[in-house]
């Protein structure tokens, strides 16, 4: 993808010969006269870069200059002056121009101050995404588990980041899938690159393709100026198509000749642009099943199953449920200056009992609506929404606190040490195997066990089935 640069200047036949020698070197250059076409011009297309003459006619350098910065902050803009001009120029480096040229200057000294003031602005969008992506609450952080299924996704992660295949996320709504392209980005060879999402069921299928191709002026009624897509936006790092299963059939084929051929057309453009990009792709619907009835291209979903990562849900690790919402509990205290630290054993098994069909970003919702209505250090079960308190599990029902049951239960008159243990044993086994609906696995996990083999010896120590 060639950088734009735009040149300002009146003079007959500098800004030509300017022209000539940048695109040499690889750059789309435009050339205008005065400031009002310059401005213009910043207005119809997309310019990288402006090559701006402090003395032009109808509007000075400077005034051009502040009205780029009105609607452009991030514009590199380089001063061309002469020599009794430097106090102007010192001016404009004040306004926010990246440097300034003393004419007179050679060709050679004309390309490395250019290449200076890309890379300076690459190095300020790169410091802003970092500030981005760390200050997201979504972050990896929360694609976390004790569960044997985690680990596998964590270590598919990491062997995946190695590689520039493109990947398929799956799994149900709210179970990460753009955290883990995240990660993936974060750990690969492009994590210096941009990283650039799309949901792909939340926009109108008229408006992807501008989305995603960018467009050039007057390709349609309301393209007043060239724009970029995030194709282009990605060019170096990552792009990531979320619900890519909602993608319409006309655009799954232009999508495929993109990734096949690396290359795609602006639409109302006739230039060629190159493609540097990952693309990673996800989505919670069957996909072989839409391969079937036809919705999904075959040929796509080979294209994009490269590589895959199912995302459990989160019934499935009941283990992580607290982990999450200990987690959730933290960031909610920074950002809602509360000082909550702990989850009451009563709304801890509510939260254990409950199918979670929001799965984690359910769970992000049920635990800061919690910390709203708390007004203490402990969230207790009335701060839950009904649908958690009220929920009429066969288990839930039968089934209270295992230290209560026990303490119901519990012979009249002396009884030693170990058979309170062994008791208590009992009761919690009994309670880890219904809450993980009878799976070993899983109710090893919820009782902090790192082998399944270990719940096994117990279980056929108290007899249990």
Request: glycine share 6%; with cysteine.
């Amino acid at each position: 993808m060639s950088l734009a640069i735009l040149i300002i200047d009146d003079e007959p036949y500098l800004p030509h010969q300017f022209a000539r020698f940048l695109k040499r070197h690889s750059y789309d250059v435009f050339t205008e006269s005065d400031g009002e076409a310059g401005l213009a011009a910043l207005q119809r297309q997309t310019i990288d870069l402006v090559l701006l003459d402090l003395r032009l006619p109808r509007l000075s350098g400077l005034e051009v200059l502040s009205q780029i910065r009105k609607f452009d902050v991030d514009i590199p803009v380089v001063i061309l002056t002469a020599h009794g001009d430097v106090q102007t120029a010192v001016a404009a480096m004040k306004l926010g121009a990246s440097d300034y040229l003393l004419k007179g200057f050679d060709l050679d000294e004309l390309l490395l101050v250019v290449q200076r003031a890309f890379e300076t602005s690459a190095m300020s969008r790169e410091l802003r995404q970092l500030r981005k992506e760390r200050s997201d609450n979504y972050h990896f952080n929360y694609v976390v588990g004790h569960s044997e299924r985690m680990r596998e996704v964590f270590d598919l992660v990491a062997r995946v980041a190695r590689s520039d295949a493109s990947v398929l996320i799956m799994g149900e709504s709210g179970t990460g899938k753009e955290v883990v392209a995240h990660a993936i980005h974060e750990q690969s060879a492009r994590s210096t690159g941009p990283f650039h999402a799309l949901n792909c069921a939340a926009i109108a299928s008229h408006l992807l393709e501008s989305e995603l191709f960018g467009y050039e002026p007057y390709a349609f009624t309301d393209a007043k100026k060239q724009k970029r897509g995030l194709l282009e936006l990605a060019e170096g790092g990552t792009l990531f198509l979320d619900e890519v299963g909602e993608m319409p059939l006309d655009m799954q084929a232009k999508l495929l000749r993109v990734l096949e051929t690396r290359s795609f057309f602006r639409l109302g453009g006739n230039k060629e642009v190159t493609l540097n990009v990952r693309v990673l792709a996800a989505t919670n619907r069957d996909l072989e099943q839409a391969k079937a009835d036809g919705s999904f291209r075959s040929d796509l979903y080979f294209r994009f199953a490269v590589l895959t990562i199912t995302l459990p849900p989160l019934r499935e690790r009941p283990g992580d449920i607290l982990l999450f919402a200990t987690r959730f509990i933290a960031d909610f205290n920074k950002t809602m200056g509360r000082n909550v630290h702990r989850i009451s054993p009563e709304a801890q098994r509510l939260l254990l009992a409950y199918r979670w069909p929001g799965n984690i970003r359910e769970l992000k919702n049920v635990i800061e609506r919690a910390m709203i209505l708390s007004s203490s250090e402990e969230l207790l079960p009335v701060h839950l929404p009904q649908e958690i308190v009220g929920q009429t599990d066969p288990y839930s029902m039968r089934l209270n606190d295992p230290w209560e049951q026990w303490l119901n239960t519990r012979p009249v008159g002396a009884i030693s040490l170990d058979d309170i243990i062994a008791r208590f044993e009992k009761h919690m086994i009994r309670w880890a195997l219904e809450t993980a609906k009878h799976s070993r696995a899983q109710a090893a996990e919820l009782l902090g066990m790192t082998k399944v083999d270990q719940l096994r010896y117990l279980m056929k120590k108290h007899n249990i089935d």
